[in-house]
């Protein structure tokens, strides 16, 4: 009689407990079966037939076990178990457990995991005798001869109980199921997220959309308003003349200043203090019956009433026509068209006293340039008289009568001559014609030395002379200019005059102020759709700052 080789390790295989036992059920817990392989079927059949104890396991059973329990605690997936199950009855083994296909592949030198292998698992008709077309085990397949074919279960770790499935799904069922599952729950997110942005909206936009708009049409009060338009001409024949004022006379550019001038007063605090102090502008819009937001406090400061005046009176000046318009709104009309009607007033003093102020500019530079022009005119005419005194006023002239005199003498001596020399030329001349020419020749002689005496003392001075009158020419023609600027400015003096006594500028009205019917004020649907404008700006910007913001952090 032979026996095994002795194993250090061995493993006693037990009989089944009876079906009838109670004992031995109670003292088992419940395993998950394990389908062997056909040769293992009839080993378990004759083993339960015939039962052996103690028997000892051969060498290669025992290197099997070691193996199988070093790829355990590889710490494998189920997946991946799965994987190497089919992969082994694809190539015809025969594994006892999802750790033994591993093995048996490892050792036909098949590596289970290896991309190019899974994928041919996976391919389409590369399924083994195990395999569908798709590349999935088919559990309750039935192979070509008839029998059924015995599908190795997974491996769970010890200690877990696993209860069997209520039904059984195949992949492609679960792959839809999980697909359905995972749209299902985008669909949960989705309307989550759209429940809490309708409800950010709601608290952001809608609701104070709502109050607004509830406010514009219940509580507001209704506001009149009073439209006016006017416009400032200038007079016909004003004091500007020539061709610049004929150029500019019939258009705005010649009244663009004061219109421009009379809208900053009528927008001035100026203006409100003077409307509130003639009609009671406060008093008005400090009413009990105006709700609280359109309301002025009795004690208010003139800032406060001011800030109300710049909202309630709106101007506007178009320069292409030189039309200043002007609406004013209030709570009743009638009130409405007094100030209106008011102000208007204010604007034709205010035209007035800046034209006014013009024309008495103007006299003035007048009335101070004709001043000026006799100043200059009285200095020049006493530097005249004064290079007039002791100076001869023609010196050439005088020259010229010594020549002419000198000239007159010398003939007269030598005709004197002549009539000497005749007579002594006579055998017996007449004695007392003889003295008489000689004495008359001698007062000749005298005179024309004299005179030539008097020509040469002129010739030295003639240079002198002429430098003073030179300087007499320039004093004669500046009175001469002193004259006419005189004249300029009596002449503009009295133009000044004639224009400082009628009316340069004049405020038309061309639109009168008439209290209107109805409200203008507030308008209602307007500004709510302006309110659920601003608050979904609002709420935009800051949405988009909270998600950049969000982004920056968490990148």
Same mark, same amino acid.
Not at 226 to 245: C, Q
Not at 394 to 405: C, K, M, N, Q, T
Not at 486 to 500: C, D, G, Y
């Given at each position: 009689?032979?026996?095994?080789?002795?194993?250090?390790?061995?493993?006693?295989?037990?009989?089944?407990?009876?079906?009838?036992?109670?004992? !031995?059920?109670?003292?088992?817990?419940?395993?998950?079966?394990?389908?062997?392989?056909?040769?293992?079927?009839?080993?378990?059949?004759? #083993?339960?037939?015939?039962?052996?104890?103690?028997?000892?396991? =051969?060498?290669?059973?025992?290197?099997? !076990?070691?193996?199988?329990?070093?790829?355990?605690?590889?710490?494998?997936?189920?997946?991946?178990?799965?994987?190497?199950?089919?992969?082994?009855?694809?190539?015809?083994?025969?594994?006892?457990?999802?750790?033994?296909?591993?093995?048996?592949?490892?050792?036909?030198?098949?590596?289970?995991?290896?991309?190019?292998?899974?994928?041919?698992?996976?391919?389409?008709?590369?399924?083994?005798?195990?395999?569908?077309?798709?590349?999935?085990?088919?559990?309750?397949?039935? /192979?070509?001869?008839?029998?059924?074919?015995?599908?190795?279960?997974?491996?769970?770790?010890?200690?877990?109980?696993?209860?069997?499935?209520?039904?059984?799904?195949?992949?492609?069922?679960?792959?839809?199921?999980?697909?359905?599952?995972?749209?299902?729950?985008?669909?949960?997110?989705?309307?989550?997220?759209?429940?809490?942005?309708?409800?950010?909206?709601?608290?952001?936009?809608?609701?104070?959309?709502?109050?607004?708009?509830?406010?514009?049409?219940?509580?507001?009060?209704?506001?009149?308003?009073?439209?006016?338009?006017?416009?400032?001409?200038?007079?016909?024949?004003?004091?500007?003349?020539?061709?610049?004022? =004929?150029?500019?006379?019939?258009?705005?550019?010649?009244?663009?200043?004061?219109?421009?001038?009379?809208?900053?007063?009528?927008?001035?605090?100026?203006?409100?203090?003077?409307? *509130?102090?003639?009609?009671?502008?406060?008093? #008005?819009?400090?009413? *009990?019956?105006?709700?609280?937001?359109?309301?002025?406090?009795?004690?208010?400061?003139?800032?406060? !009433?001011?800030?109300?005046?710049?909202?309630?009176?709106?101007?506007?000046?178009?320069?292409?026509?030189?039309?200043?318009?002007?609406?004013?709104?209030?709570?009743?009309?009638?009130?409405? !068209?007094?100030?209106?009607?008011?102000?208007?007033?204010?604007?034709?003093?205010?035209?007035?006293?800046?034209?006014?102020?013009?024309?008495?500019?103007?006299?003035?530079?007048?009335?101070?340039?004709?001043?000026?022009?006799?100043?200059?005119?009285?200095?020049?005419?006493?530097?005249?008289?004064?290079?007039?005194?002791?100076?001869?006023?023609?010196?050439?002239?005088?020259?010229?009568?010594?020549?002419?005199?000198?000239?007159?003498?010398?003939?007269?001596?030598?005709?004197?001559?002549?009539?000497?020399?005749?007579?002594?030329?006579?055998?017996?001349?007449?004695?007392?014609?003889?003295?008489?020419?000689? =004495?008359?020749?001698?007062?000749?002689?005298?005179?024309?030395?004299?005179?030539?005496?008097?020509?040469?003392?002129?010739?030295?001075?003639?240079? =002198?002379?002429?430098?003073?009158?030179?300087?007499?020419?320039?004093?004669?023609?500046?009175?001469?200019?002193?004259?006419?600027?005189?004249?300029?400015?009596?002449?503009?003096?009295?133009?000044?005059?004639?224009?400082?006594?009628?009316?340069?500028?004049?405020?038309?009205?061309?639109?009168? /102020?008439?209290?209107?019917?109805?409200?203008?004020?507030?308008?209602?649907?307007?500004?709510?759709?302006?309110?659920?404008?601003?608050?979904?700006?609002?709420?935009?910007?800051?949405?988009?700052?909270?998600?950049?913001?969000?982004?920056?952090?968490?990148?």
């Amino acid at each position: 009689m032979t026996t095994k080789p002795k194993a250090r390790k061995f493993r006693i295989r037990r009989n089944a407990p009876a079906a009838n036992d109670p004992s !031995a059920q109670q003292a088992k817990p419940a395993e998950p079966a394990q389908p062997q392989a056909p040769e293992a079927q009839s080993a378990s059949h004759v #083993h339960t037939a015939q039962p052996h104890e103690g028997e000892i396991s =051969s060498a290669r059973e025992m290197a099997s !076990a070691q193996s199988i329990d070093e790829i355990r605690k590889e710490g494998l997936t189920g997946r991946q178990l799965r994987m190497a199950r089919r992969m082994a009855q694809k190539y015809g083994l025969a594994p006892t457990s999802d750790f033994d296909a591993v093995r048996l592949l490892r050792a036909k030198g098949i590596d289970p995991f290896q991309r190019a292998n899974i994928l041919e698992l996976v391919a389409p008709g590369g399924g083994g005798s195990g395999g569908s077309g798709d590349g999935t085990s088919q559990p309750n397949a039935m /192979p070509e001869g008839g029998d059924p074919k015995v599908q190795l279960p997974q491996t769970v770790p010890a200690g877990q109980q696993n209860l069997p499935a209520t039904e059984q799904l195949s992949p492609a069922d679960r792959r839809a199921y999980e697909i359905q599952e995972i749209q299902r729950d985008i669909a949960k997110r989705r309307r989550r997220r759209l429940l809490l942005l309708l409800t950010r909206l709601s608290a952001f936009v809608f609701l104070p959309t709502l109050i607004a708009g509830y406010y514009f049409y219940a509580v507001a009060t209704p506001m009149y308003s009073t439209k006016s338009e006017f416009l400032i001409l200038t007079a016909d024949g004003s004091g500007a003349s020539g061709a610049a004022s =004929s150029l500019f006379s019939g258009t705005t550019f010649a009244t663009g200043q004061d219109s421009i001038a009379t809208q900053s007063y009528l927008g001035s605090k100026d203006a409100m203090l003077r409307l *509130d102090q003639d009609v009671g502008f406060r008093e #008005h819009f400090s009413q *009990d019956w105006i709700d609280p937001l359109q309301r002025l406090d009795p004690d208010a400061s003139n800032e406060a !009433a001011y800030k109300l005046y710049k909202k309630y009176v709106k101007l506007g000046y178009d320069p292409t026509e030189g039309v200043i318009r002007m609406e004013l709104s209030t709570a009743d009309p009638e009130t409405s !068209a007094r100030f209106s009607e008011k102000l208007l007033d204010y604007a034709e003093e205010r035209v007035d006293h800046l034209s006014q102020e013009k024309r008495q500019d103007a006299v003035k530079t007048a009335v101070a340039s004709l001043e000026d022009a006799k100043t200059e005119r009285r200095a020049a005419q006493e530097r005249l008289v004064k290079l007039q005194e002791g100076t001869i006023l023609d010196p050439e002239g005088e020259i010229a009568s010594i020549r002419s005199l000198i000239n007159s003498v010398e003939l007269q001596l030598q005709e004197k001559q002549l009539a000497l020399n005749t007579q002594l030329n006579n055998q017996r001349p007449n004695r007392a014609k003889v003295a008489a020419l000689e =004495s008359e020749i001698e007062v000749l002689t005298n005179e024309l030395n004299r005179q030539e005496a008097r020509l040469n003392q002129a010739t030295e001075g003639s240079a =002198s002379l002429a430098a003073q009158a030179a300087e007499i020419q320039m004093a004669q023609a500046d009175l001469a200019t002193a004259d006419m600027v005189l004249q300029s400015a009596l002449e503009s003096k009295r133009q000044s005059e004639i224009e400082a006594n009628k009316q340069v500028r004049y405020l038309t009205v061309s639109v009168k /102020p008439v209290a209107s019917q109805d409200p203008s004020y507030p308008r209602s649907f307007e500004n709510t759709l302006l309110a659920f404008l601003i608050f979904s700006g609002i709420y935009l910007m800051i949405s988009l700052t909270v998600s950049i913001l969000r982004e920056q952090v968490s990148s």
